[in-house]
């Protein structure tokens, strides 16, 4: 079971069996840890074929918005569809396309268009004081004001005004 060496100057006792079990652990592992990186480098090969699917896609599909668009607006234009600039429809497109607040803005806009006079004039108001940091403050103190006005005036109306008709209180007839 035991074999001597000689290494240098003592001789030295290994176990045979045990370095061949650690070899063949050692091997069963690297084999392991091959199958794994050869897994994961066939998955990563796959989802690098995907993505460059998907760019692919995304390009054409951009290029068909692009396409549209510029149908489009040379349809509104009334202008012939042949005579139409690809790439400057490109910047135009992908400018409104990123423009999604400035959309939102004019859709708010014009969002007040088809009421009548009354309730357009509230919205026009309520904008006004929505959107102004002064106009709200003005707002508030105006409305505290209004508050404490009628307060004092139906306090001193209530406590120190006399009325000729109610100082004198008739008595009620009692029942005996």
Not at 35 to 53: M, V
Not at 99 to 111: D, M
Request: aromatic share 6%.
């Amino acid at each position: 079971c035991f074999e001597q060496t000689s290494v240098g100057s003592p001789s030295v006792i290994r176990s045979s069996n045990s370095d061949h079990a650690l070899v063949e652990l050692l091997s069963k592992q690297r084999d392991k840890l091959k199958q794994q990186c050869s897994k994961l480098e066939q998955a990563n090969f796959e989802a690098e074929a995907e993505k460059a699917k998907v760019s692919k896609e995304l390009k054409s599909v951009r290029q068909d918005n692009v396409k549209l668009f510029s149908k489009l607006q040379a349809t509104r234009r009334g202008d012939s569809i042949g005579n139409v600039d690809e790439e400057a429809m490109e910047a135009r497109y992908l400018a409104d396309s990123s423009s999604a607040f400035a959309e939102f803005g004019s859709r708010l806009k014009n969002s007040g268009r088809h009421l009548d006079i009354a309730d357009r004039i509230t919205l026009d108001v309520s904008r006004f004081f929505l959107g102004s940091t002064h106009a709200r403050r003005f707002l508030v103190i105006y409305i505290i004001l209004l508050h404490v006005l009628v307060t004092v005036s139906l306090w001193f109306m209530s406590h120190k005004a006399r009325c000729p008709k109610c100082s004198n209180v008739a008595k009620l007839p009692s029942n005996k």
